[in-house]
């Protein structure tokens, strides 16, 4: 889900639309698994993996955006980290305001990538078989199994207070210390997403939400319902469920 000034722009498996609540307009029929805001546009991944840039100022739509522009435009994930990023198989893309590069590093190869997030001390690489790759100007490393992580399929990542935290499928949730990655207590084992709001962490797995507050995990969005997202708009924070969204603040 984005906003952009009034307009609304929601995406789930029966399509795309805009408009606002109570006066929707369908704009796509195929699934939508990501929709994501970056230099003033709504870009949409969908199901068969092209991504869509929406201009909701002018309605402007540019389809399939990374046709022609990648070698492999197929996108699993979307990220914003001061650039846009575009995870896809064994690498991903980044597009700024005026360029788009491709990165395929060798010890990525045939891994799906899941989760993507830049910072200070690299590029973090979720995948969905092999845990975590942190790439630096030093080279890439691999934390896994072996470096703590309980689980490898990596469903979300997320920074807070300079920690990254790594959501897993069964895992639960870790926090990364240098290349060891330490469990951090959490109400449910399978995290879907991760987002940070208002200098919290929030947590959302297929049987609830929850927000730490004060080091106590308390229950946002309702009980035993799966997450299958958070989008920030509005400064208030949006719990996405198959059945509707519930915000906060």
């Not at 699934?31 to 092209?50: H, I, K, T």
């Not at 790439?135 to 890439?140: F, L, R």
């Not at 990542?157 to 959501?167: P, Q, R, S």
């Amino acid at each position: 889900m984005a906003i952009l000034g009034r307009k609304w722009l929601i995406g789930g498996p029966e399509g795309l639309w805009d408009g606002e609540p109570g006066n929707w307009r369908s704009l796509d029929q195929r699934p939508v698994r990501q929709v994501s805001q970056f230099a003033g546009a709504a870009w949409v991944l969908f199901g068969d993996g092209s991504v869509d840039k929406l201009d909701l100022s002018t309605g402007k739509r540019y389809d399939d955006v990374l046709f022609g522009a990648a070698k492999r435009p197929w996108t699993s994930v979307l990220s914003v980290c001061g650039n846009l990023l575009f995870g896809g198989i064994g690498g991903w893309v980044e597009k700024s305001s005026k360029t788009t590069t491709e990165t395929r590093p060798e010890t990525l190869r045939g891994e799906v990538v899941t989760a993507m997030l830049a910072g200070a001390e690299g590029t973090f690489i979720g995948t969905q078989s092999s845990g975590v790759f942190r790439t630096s100007k030093t080279g890439i490393e691999n934390i896994g199994l072996l470096q703590g992580l309980k689980d490898t399929w990596v469903t979300s990542l997320a920074t807070l207070a300079g920690t990254v935290y790594v959501g897993t499928s069964n895992g639960g949730l870790s926090r990364l210390n240098g290349d060891r990655a330490e469990a951090v207590s959490v109400p449910t084992r399978s995290i879907n997403h991760l987002a940070v709001w208002h200098g919290t962490l929030v947590i959302g797995g297929n049987d609830g939400a929850w927000a730490n507050r004060l080091g106590e995990w308390e229950r946002i969005g309702p009980d035993d319902t799966e997450t299958t997202g958070f989008a920030l708009a509005d400064d208030g924070l949006f719990v996405l469920t198959p059945y509707g969204a519930y915000r906060y603040g």
